[in-house]
């Protein structure tokens, strides 16, 4: 994993990206207590622990980081997480293609929703080209995974007209 | 150890193999027609495979699916102690007399007296019971305690771990009784299940452990039950004569069954399709009496001695009884005394 | 229990026999394994019904073939695409994906064949010849010893954050943070839930695994053409067989550290409800501990990649010594072999030694067999399989999105299962993107929970006195064993630190 701070050719490091996972976890620490205040110690212990240790060790890294902002050695821009930005629309929509693969299988089924979410992620990584080969290659991947995991494995996906249709037909 | 016949074995396995894959492209819900069941019957089970609930309701289905001409199919959800495939079942099944749940009604019982489940209770029952496993104090075969009398007077000494299945749970229960009624110090560890339970006292972790018969008499060379939480000891030889807890300490417990395991169902599908629930009633209490199920239960390694059936009104007072008692000792069992 | 060697004779060359159960079995196994959600346990299930019919022994022998394949299957994607196949092969990417991307997969998967089969098999051999002994281990390990070898697997978190000691940290106490959601092992009260049901039994380990490793890789890996760099791509482009030969000697040449690594997976597969997983960790823990490069773990090391490998087979033949000796099965898919021997009437435990000595034998000589004919099997494979790194990342990406969503859901058929593995691949995503390690979090994930659950269990027996941590004599040279471990390998990182460039 590269972990070069400075990007853009930029003095500075851009270190606000560096802050969202300490963020995330700080934030979800703070809940974890709010559910065990009342719990029995056996529920408290190792969490009070876990999150003390957690949260001192973000307040040491926040507290470093915002001394080289202050030496103006940093700032605290998200460009490590967005760079390079020409990739982030593909990647926007390759997470919401992903998001909709698991929101409509339960109502279309693994082969449909299989086929129109390779088809669609992989004719948007190729930005349109070779149509044909991917439509082709979606459809063979589709029927296949349908093979592998409805019928042979008898994975408990929800049924759509596809696998209902095959039902019928084997 | 069974030698067996190398080639004879190899055209089994391919006629095996074939059979299997032959069977599985028929459509087996239209081979039977429409009338019910009308597909597969599914089963939530609210324990792991291979557990004890598992073994059951195998053994059970193998043998009442020919009754109902139908497949079942079980799925299994351990979660949360049971709750998770009690939540899916009330929330996801269809009521329509295909899908059952299968669990064990004591411990799942008292999870919703330790919290309440999402849905309304009274939406659910429990139909029929299949065995009656009372709940156990047993100690290791070669330990250093060998009678109750020996755990009692050693607790008296000095806090004895006892290894539990879960701490809500009726062989939990009936060990906290009798520490209440004799004196003795207990402390229940819950295991997460009869095997780690049977590994924990084995291994000499737990000073003893207190779980359901079923899974320790079939273990005469490991284990030896030292008392029943119940009120008739139903397996005398196979647990050396072990005494009842009322009769040995003069407590009037209820009986502590601890493995009861039942098929349970939405009310709404009874009152929907009394005609389907009837088939599956009368069905069921066909295979009680047939010597497959018998032979079924036998090779599983499990006493028979433990199957019986239990009606609805059977079920709903053995529940009953488990959450009464359960409130008594909620405290205990939450942590919040 | 005595050794008869006509009896071994007799039982190896029974087991060659039934090649024809096994070899089907074990390309099953290899391709179960490979599909993170799908298992040997699930797959044993999923086929019962043909299991139950056939013969006890030859179910048996089908059985032991898919357990011991699918461990080796799970570490083909995690060397090739960064997914590990389960949670016992997390710790495999660590180096074996570093390899990939340098163009170097065929000799990756040759050695992680090698370690694997090796390490298998000479665990095997030492389970049949001592397993009265080895069945002791399950006696003096208990919660407070288990306490100090889920810590020696988290040190590893320590190691990884050598790099950047901060960010390195936190990753794996956020890990940790996360792997106590759900009920707590004593009073099942439950904390950071959410209100989810979902997540009462604690977050699911597929769903984890599928976010972290696959759906965030997934997400990083389109800003490229290839998975692999300019110069592993012309690597590969030249590659054949020579360097799968290569990665077999280069393997055999790590003889002593496959020996080593695979008892350390042994012993703790000995114990009921440890695993792989914890084994990987602590084989990986230990070989960095105990090398002089320790530096290079992480960029493609032999070592790093041997040492998970040979561990994590180590576990397969260690956790049916329990179930064979005390009848009390070592993990999920001991357990289905129960099932499966119980409705046969076999009883496991001391007694079918005396009973029935082939048939308590037979699982680990159908394994020695399994892992023997695997090696044939699967190492004229390595070169096919490397070309899927040679594969676009335009086709790659959205086949590894939607195939390891469906493992993700195949665990425990939850819908819920799949989003949760999407937030996984965000966290990830960021994760990756800003130097956190994701593997530092898995670690955390997977072994904080098991960790609690010891801990949780001590406290309970002890009645809540801390001092039950230094309570035993073995837990207390295991503690001294932690904290010299740590140290050391804290030493030799200050000393390595000067001068040190080469990064693989």
Redesign the interface.
């Known amino acids: 994993m590269a972990d070069d701070t400075k990007s853009g050719g930029s003095e500075k490091k851009h270190i606000g990206a560096d802050l969202v996972i300490p963020a995330v976890a700080l934030i979800f620490a703070l809940y974890y207590f709010s559910t065990i205040l009342d719990s029995p110690w056996t529920a408290q212990v190792s969490a009070f622990f876990i999150g003390a240790v957690l949260i001192t060790l973000i307040a040491v890294f926040v507290i470093s980081g915002l001394l080289s902002v202050r030496r103006g050695e940093a700032d605290l821009g998200l460009q490590r997480l967005t760079e390079p930005l020409s990739f982030m629309p593909t990647r926007a929509a390759l997470f919401a293609l992903t998001l909709s693969f698991i929101f409509f299988v339960e109502w279309g089924g693994f082969t449909i929703t299989t086929f129109v979410f390779v088809g669609a992620a992989m004719l948007l990584l190729s930005r349109g080209r070779n149509w044909k080969f991917i439509l082709a290659l979606s459809a063979v991947l589709a029927i296949g995974g349908y093979f592998l995991f409805v019928y042979a494995f008898e994975v408990r996906f929800p049924k759509g007209p596809f696998e209902l249709l095959m039902a019928q037909v084997l | 150890m069974t030698h067996f016949d190398r080639g004879a074995s190899r055209r089994a396995f391919l006629k095996g193999t074939a059979a299997a894959g032959v069977a599985a492209t028929l459509p087996l819900s239209s081979a039977f027609g429409a009338s019910f069941p009308e597909r597969n019957m599914q089963v939530y089970v609210p324990t792991r495979e291979g557990g004890g609930a598992d073994r059951n309701q195998r053994a059970f289905a193998g043998v009442w699916k020919k009754y109902l001409n139908t497949e079942f199919e079980a799925a299994f959800y351990p979660g949360a102690a049971g709750r998770v495939a009690y939540e899916k079942y009330m929330g996801l099944a269809k009521a329509d007399c295909h899908e059952l749940i299968f669990g064990n009604m004591g411990p799942e019982v008292l999870n919703w007296v330790v919290e309440p489940p999402t849905f309304d209770l009274n939406d659910f029952m429990y139909f029929a019971r299949v065995d009656a496993d009372p709940g156990i104090v047993f100690v290791k075969r070669d330990g250093p305690l060998q009678t109750i009398d020996d755990i009692v007077a050693e607790g008296k000494k000095r806090t004895l771990n006892v290894g539990v299945s879960r701490l809500a749970h009726p062989a939990t229960l009936g060990m906290l009784a009798l520490g209440r009624h004799t004196g003795a110090q207990f402390n229940p560890i819950p295991l997460s299940g009869g095997k780690n339970t049977r590994a924990g006292v084995e291994t000499g972790e737990m000073d003893f452990g207190a779980l359901p018969a079923g899974g320790i008499v079939n273990r005469p060379k490991n284990f030896k039950v030292v008392l029943m939480f119940t009120h008739k000891n139903p397996l005398p030889d196979l647990s050396d004569n072990a005494p009842t807890v009322n009769a040995k300490f003069g407590t009037s417990l209820p009986d502590l069954v601890a493995g009861a395991r039942a098929y349970g169902i939405k009310k709404a599908a009874i009152e929907k399709y009394p005609d389907r629930y009837k088939i599956l009633t009368e069905s069921l209490l066909k295979v009680f009496d047939d010597p497959e199920y018998k032979e079924a239960i036998i090779r599983t390694k499990a006493p028979w001695e433990l199957i019986g059936y239990g009606g609805p009104e059977e079920c709903a007072t053995y529940a009953k009884a488990m959450t009464d008692i359960g409130k008594d000792y909620k405290d205990l069992l939450t942590g919040k005394s | 229990m005595e050794f008869d060697p006509g009896l071994f004779i007799e039982l190896f060359t029974r087991m060659f026999?039934?090649w024809?159960?096994i070899l089907p079995a074990i390309l099953l196994g290899l391709v179960?394994g490979a599909i993170p959600g799908?298992s040997a346990?699930n797959?044993i299930?999923?086929l019962l019904?043909?299991t139950l019919?056939?013969?006890?022994?030859?179910g048996l022998v089908f059985m032991v073939a898919i357990y011991a394949s699918s461990r080796m299957g799970a570490g083909i994607p995690a060397i090739l695409v960064n997914i590990p196949g389960t949670a016992g092969a997390a710790a495999t990417p660590l180096d074996g994906y570093p390899m990939t991307k340098q163009g170097r997969s065929h000799q990756a998967l040759a050695i992680s064949f090698v370690s694997s089969v090796a390490g298998g098999l000479l665990t095997t051999i030492m389970a049949l010849l001592a397993m009265p002994w080895l069945s002791q281990v399950?006696?003096y390990l208990?919660?407070v010893e288990m306490i100090v070898v889920m810590l020696f697997g988290i040190s590893l978190i320590a190691s990884i954050a050598a790099?950047?000691t901060?960010?390195g940290?936190?990753?794996g106490?956020?890990g940790?943070?996360?792997g106590?959601?759900g009920?707590?092992?004593?009073?099942?009260?439950?904390?950071?839930?959410?209100g989810l049901?979902?997540l009462?039994?604690g977050v699911p380990l597929i769903p984890a695994l599928v976010g972290l490793f696959a759906?965030s890789e997934?997400?990083v890996v389109?800003?490229r053409r290839s998975i692999l760099s300019d110069e592993g791509q012309r690597l590969m482009e030249e590659a054949g067989w020579a360097e799968t030969w290569e990665g077999v000697k280069i393997a055999c040449s790590k003889w002593w550290h496959i020996a080593w690594t695979s008892i350390i997976g042994l012993v703790i597969g000995v114990v009921?409800?440890a695993g792989a997983s914890i084994a990987s960790f602590v084989a990986y823990q230990q070989s960095r501990t105990y090398s002089k490069t320790p530096e290079l773990y992480g960029t493609g090391h032999v070592e790093g990649l041997v040492a998970p490998e040979s561990a994590n087979n180590g576990v397969t033949s260690g956790t049916l010594i329990?179930l064979l000796v005390?009848?009390?099965?070592g993990g999920a898919t001991a357990?289905?072999m129960?099932?499966v021997l119980?409705?046969?009437?076999v009883?496991v435990?001391?007694?079918l030694f005396n009973d029935?000595?082939?048939?308590a034998y037979?699982p680990f000589t159908a394994m020695a067999v399994t892992y023997f004919l695997m090696i044939f099997t699967i190492l004229p494979l390595a070169r096919y399989m490397s070309k899927v790194t040679v594969v676009s990342?335009?086709?790659m990406?959205?086949?590894i999105?939607?195939?390891t969503?469906?493992g993700a859901?195949?665990s425990?058929?939850y819908?819920f299962d799949?989003?949760l593995a999407?937030a996984f691949?965000?966290?990830g995503y960021?994760?990756?993107?800003?130097?956190?390690?994701v593997a530092a979090i898995l670690i955390g994930v997977i072994l904080?929970p098991l960790?609690?659950?010891y801990?949780?269990?001590a406290?309970?027996?002890s009645?809540?006195d801390i001092m039950v941590l230094f309570s035993s004599r073995l837990g207390n040279v295991l503690w001294v064993g932690l904290f010299l471990s740590v140290g050391l390998s804290l030493y030799f990182e200050k000393r390595k630190k000067p001068g040190n460039a080469d990064d693989g």
């Open positions: 026999g039934f024809w159960v179960v799908f346990a797959t299930i999923i019904p043909l019919s056939m013969d006890p022994e030859i399950a006696y208990h919660s790099r950047d901060l960010k940290l936190i990753a106490f956020f940790l943070m996360i106590l959601i009920a707590d092992v004593v009073y099942a009260t439950p904390r950071g839930t959410m049901l979902e009462y039994d759906i997934a997400f389109i800003e009921p409800g329990p005390i009848g009390i099965p357990a289905i129960l099932v119980q409705y046969h009437g009883t435990g001391p007694d029935k000595p082939q048939l037979a990342t335009t086709y990406a959205p086949i999105i939607s195939f969503l469906v859901f195949v425990r058929d819908m799949m989003y999407l691949g965000v966290i960021v994760a990756r993107k800003t130097g956190y390690h904080g960790l609690e659950t801990f949780l269990r406290l309970k027996m009645q809540g």
